[in-house]
């Protein structure tokens, strides 16, 4: 009996083991990619920030992102397009979430890369209102142009150029508010695709904890199951023996009496 117990107490140490050592391989599996250190994502930022301007002017960027990959690994990190394309979404989400925050003090205390990201976006601000009111200007020449034909210069024509002037500053602030509500728009799709990673990720951990959890209870239930086979056996070679011994002993109890 006591092997017996000790037979059961190693095979339910081994399996705990097991089990244990799946699931930590689950885990390692999630969080295998490194982290990026302070000074790796500061160079990011920094080759991030100098082609800004080209992500702004078209959104088929999967070769701007293998650039900055390139970059980086010159560097010394080794980085995928699609890990420098994730990074930035995550900052971006974080700069956000800092702006709620009133105290610049905080805002860099929670988010150290709070004023390299504030640098991009205002860069970016500065060169759409560049390029609005450039456009302005050459439509206006173009404009001014056509009316150095005209003879002579009324003040009702003064008034009118005055009146264009004000409604091109209105439209470069509406021009600006729509990039600005772009941006909004962006931001906000980029957290939304970020919490369904989320979700996903999460889902298919269950999923994996679950079959882990199935696949115990299976090799308990075999387990067991292979323990009662042997209880069986063991009792019936008990009752074979026994049989045997009490016929032994019948059989010597008559020859003592035949003697």
Request: net charge positive; proline share 1%; charged share 40%.
């Amino acid at each position: 009996m006591e092997g017996l117990h000790h037979h059961q107490y190693y095979h339910r140490q081994h399996h705990q083991q097991q089990h244990q050592q799946l699931a930590m391989n689950v885990n390692v599996d999630v969080d295998r990619l490194p982290q990026w250190s302070i000074q790796e994502t500061k160079e990011f930022l920094m080759i991030r920030a100098e082609l800004d301007p080209n992500f702004m002017e078209t959104k088929r960027n999967k070769q701007l992102w293998e650039f900055i990959s390139t970059r980086l690994k010159e560097k010394g990190y080794n980085r995928s397009a699609e890990q420098c394309k994730c990074k930035w979404k995550n900052l971006v989400t974080r700069y956000k979430g800092c702006e709620m925050v009133e105290e610049e003090a905080k805002r860099q205390q929670q988010f150290p890369f709070y004023n390299d990201l504030q640098a991009i976006f205002s860069a970016r601000k500065q060169t759409t209102l560049k390029k609005l009111c450039s456009d302005k200007e050459e439509d206006k020449g173009r404009y001014r142009g056509k009316e150095k034909g005209k003879k002579g210069v009324s003040i009702s024509g003064s008034t009118s150029e005055s009146i264009n002037d004000g409604n091109d500053i209105k439209e470069i602030l509406k021009c600006f508010m729509r990039q600005q509500m772009e941006m909004e728009i962006q931001w906000r799709e980029a957290l939304e695709e970020r919490e369904n990673e989320r979700r996903l990720k999460e889902m298919e951990w269950r999923r994996t904890m679950e079959a882990l959890e199935n696949e115990r209870v299976m090799m308990d239930i075999r387990w067991s199951e292979k323990e009662e086979q042997r209880r069986l056996r063991e009792e019936a070679r008990s009752e074979r023996i026994d049989a045997l011994v009490t016929t032994l002993l019948n059989k010597l109890t008559r020859d003592d009496h035949k003697k």
